[in-house]
């Protein structure tokens, strides 16, 4: 079995000697890992941090067998983000978001468009923390879990929706909602329109919003807390007042 694929790294760990165990999100075939002959080199090793953009040619006797990788930059990746250790920061926490959730060798072309938006917005620092956040709604949509925004649970209304049930994940109008709002959360207006322009505290909410759901629906199913990386990204956000 062999094919070539556009991939990102998501996690690297070291294998034997001077291998590497890579996990890779592959734009056609989900995400896949693969041990990487000499992932220990210096001429390799770079290849390997998360969010690094490669072109992946795999190859192994069966399909169910781990099988063998050799990777080709192909795009930016962390080494330019790393005057902005914010952003290096979104864009590990973003790897990690992946690499815990999404199922092995299943495609997942929803959620390789989510990193791949993620990744090229990196650079643009004041837009960038909104798309991490659509990022996360995206890998929600991808695992069968998406928010439903398009209209209000109990209403039906689809203006000032301002709200989400934590339970449903559905959208809630202001006037539904008021009397109930200190157990709804609040829904940011940058996740209903690309339009939406960001107010103080948007993107706080959107964190809580997609982080409430990720944690309830995909990581305490696999009894997992969620990552690290993520727990850290937001406190980075909230140290420099981004949030």
Not at 61 to 83: C, I, K, M, V, Y
Not at 190 to 210: C, E
Request: aromatic share 8%; with cysteine.
């Amino acid at each position: 079995m062999e094919f070539e694929d556009d991939a990102f790294v998501l996690t690297a760990r070291a294998h034997g000697e001077n291998g590497a165990i890579a996990e890779l999100l592959t734009r056609g075939h989900g995400r896949y890992p693969a041990f990487v002959a000499g992932g220990g080199s210096r001429r390799i090793r770079p290849l390997l941090q998360s969010g690094t953009r490669i072109t992946a040619r795999f190859r192994a006797r069966t399909s169910e067998q781990l099988g063998s990788a050799t990777l080709e930059s192909s795009g930016a990746g962390p080494s330019d983000l790393f005057d902005d250790p914010l952003a290096l920061a979104g864009l590990g926490s973003a790897a990690a978001v992946a690499a815990g959730v999404l199922p092995e060798r299943e495609p997942q072309p929803g959620a390789f468009a989510a990193f791949e938006a993620l990744s090229g917005a990196l650079r643009h620092e004041a837009i960038w923390p909104a798309v991490y956040v659509r990022f996360e709604a995206g890998v929600l949509q991808a695992m069968g879990f998406g928010l439903d925004l398009s209209r209000c649970a109990a209403t039906g209304a689809v203006d000032d929706l301002v709200w989400v049930s934590p339970r449903t994940g559905r959208a809630v109008s202001r006037a539904a909602g008021e009397p109930y709002q200190d157990r709804l959360l609040r829904l940011p207006p940058f996740l209903l329109s690309a339009q939406g322009g960001l107010s103080p505290g948007d993107i706080g909410d959107g964190l809580v919003l997609t982080g409430h759901f990720l944690d309830r629906c995909l990581f305490s199913a696999l009894n997992r807390p969620l990552p690290a990386a993520r727990v850290w990204l937001v406190d980075k956000l909230t140290e420099a007042g981004r949030l």
